[in-house]
């Protein structure tokens, strides 16, 4: 499965940053260089490759995170000839965290990266792995990654009991390492006849499910997407758009960011 940022920036025409990342397209050298840097650093899942307002340096995308590369003509010229042993000395000189800053514009060009960065292809996510759940008239989505025994991931549902119209994805995530056993009240959740009642007996209403799960689940695949999304923690939210947010956000901070997707699908609909 492969989230990459071209993928996140052919769907950005459903999300409020689709005017600017639609302007964001790679020339051939940039391609080339992306291309590249895949090739040598295959450890460092880098994504996106752009040249800066500063010539020679270059922003890129190293999974979820921007860091920055200074690229030489001449190492241009020779992309062909950079291998794994080598590349340290073409590519010698990075920046890794920090902020580029345009003092003339007052202009943070980081942060429209590290929201790239941070997005997602919300149509790749393999939802026959999330236990779903609707309510009311399912205009808008929403996809959590969540752990049982976590009391933040908690108050998250608690929030989400308040929200209408939606059609909830949550992708049971524990992590043992904060919560033992984590895991084996995922499998139960999973497992039991009515997953989505199970789900908020745990979460909201502090129920312990009995017995041991008997079936197969998905919890060891949704470790695995987490990884490949970098969440880091939970509860972990992506919206339609493709847009991250970590933490226990509230219902009504939803229901702003689900406004904000539906004008912008409004007026891709006008447009036409």
Not at 144 to 169: G, H, I, M, W
């Amino acid at each position: 499965m492969n989230f990459s940022i071209t993928d996140v920036l052919a769907q950005s025409q459903t999300e409020p940053y689709a005017q600017l990342f639609r302007q964001t397209s790679l020339s051939e050298e940039e391609q080339k260089l992306l291309a590249t840097l895949q090739r040598v650093y295959p450890q460092n899942r880098i994504r996106f490759v752009r040249q800066t307002p500063v010539p020679g340096f270059y922003e890129v995308i190293l999974g979820e995170g921007v860091s920055y590369v200074f690229v030489t003509p001449q190492t241009l010229k020779e992309l062909e000839k950079i291998t794994d042993e080598n590349r340290d000395t073409y590519f010698r000189h990075w920046l890794f965290g920090g902020v580029f800053y345009d003092m003339a514009t007052q202009t943070d060009l980081t942060a429209p990266m590290k929201t790239l960065a941070q997005m997602v292809d919300v149509t790749k996510l393999p939802l026959e792995n999330a236990i779903v759940r609707e309510k009311g008239n399912p205009n808008n989505t929403l996809f959590v990654f969540t752990d049982p025994r976590c009391p933040f991931c908690k108050k998250l549902e608690a929030e989400l009991t308040q929200l209408t119209d939606v059609r909830l994805y949550t992708f049971l995530t524990p992590l043992t390492s904060l919560h033992p056993d984590a895991k084996e009240v995922s499998a139960r959740i999973w497992c039991a006849k009515n997953q989505a009642e199970a789900l908020e007996d745990v979460m909201l209403k502090d129920r312990e499910l009995e017995g041991p799960a008997h079936c197969t689940t998905p919890l060891t695949q949704n470790e695995k997407l987490m990884a490949e999304l970098g969440i880091k923690g939970t509860p972990t939210l992506f919206f339609e758009n493709g847009e991250r947010i970590t933490g226990a956000l509230s219902a009504k901070a939803i229901q702003e960011k689900f406004k904000d997707i539906q004008k912008m699908k409004d007026a891709i609909k006008e447009s036409k």
